[in-house]
């Protein structure tokens, strides 16, 4: 493609992709292996626009999973409110949770590589270290048991409390249904 090009810029990047697949590989043996391959054509691919990447990506066999992976990072990357985001020295575990749990594991990685920034990098740390996989003790069928109403407010409502415990605020099922019990008497979510 005529706007590819071995610059600098981009041996630099694929040095710091290598650099941080390494990184993973050492602290998260136990993480499904990454597509290294695919990372480092997302890093030569760099310098192409968004449409050039979807044009590649319609042209090539890939698998959708892969095309999705590529697209993902260039729009994440490209994105300054993300970027901007993930820069901040405080943010809430809940938000970085928002943030990356969406995003593969690849272009969580490249764009810890892409950007030399400590606080995205311990973010990113602590997402894959500590709130990556957090899971709630309580399920629809205990918002039932509450008298909650079935309906598209479960979401809403398992939403909240999984961003209060990736912020510490509970722990327990107890705490979680009564953290519950807490939202039921501020809004009306009880059927009649």
């Known amino acids: 493609h005529p ?3 071995l610059s600098k810029r981009t041996c630099a990047f694929l040095a710091s992709i290598e650099k941080q697949i390494h990184w993973f590989r050492e602290a998260y043996p ?3 292996q990454l597509d290294t391959w695919l990372m480092y054509f997302i890093g030569l691919t760099e310098p192409l626009s968004v449409n050039v990447i979807q044009s590649t990506c319609r042209k090539f066999a890939y698998r959708r999973g892969e ?3 590529i697209l993902a ?3 994440l990357a490209a994105s300054a409110r993300f970027i901007k ?7 809430r575990p809940s938000e970085i949770f928002n943030l990356l749990e969406p995003v593969s594991y690849e272009v969580i990685i490249l764009i810890k590589a892409k950007f030399s920034n400590r606080h995205i990098a311990r973010h990113i740390r602590d997402f894959l270290k500590i709130h990556n996989g957090t899971r709630l003790h309580i399920c629809g069928k205990d918002l039932q048991e509450l008298g909650l109403a079935p ?3 479960y979401q809403a409502i ?7 415990k990736l912020n510490g605020l509970v722990k327990t099922k107890e705490e979680e249904l009564a953290f519950i019990k807490k939202l039921v008497t501020k809004y009306t979510f009880i059927s009649a």
């Open 85 to 91: 985001k993930l820069s901040q020295s405080k943010i």
């Open 151 to 153: 309906g598209p407010q």
């Open 67 to 69: 095309a999705k992976t």
């Open 73 to 75: 990072y260039k729009k």
């Open 158 to 164: 398992l939403r909240r409390v999984l961003n209060a």
């Open 30 to 32: 136990q993480r499904r």
């Open 3 to 5: 706007g590819l090009a």
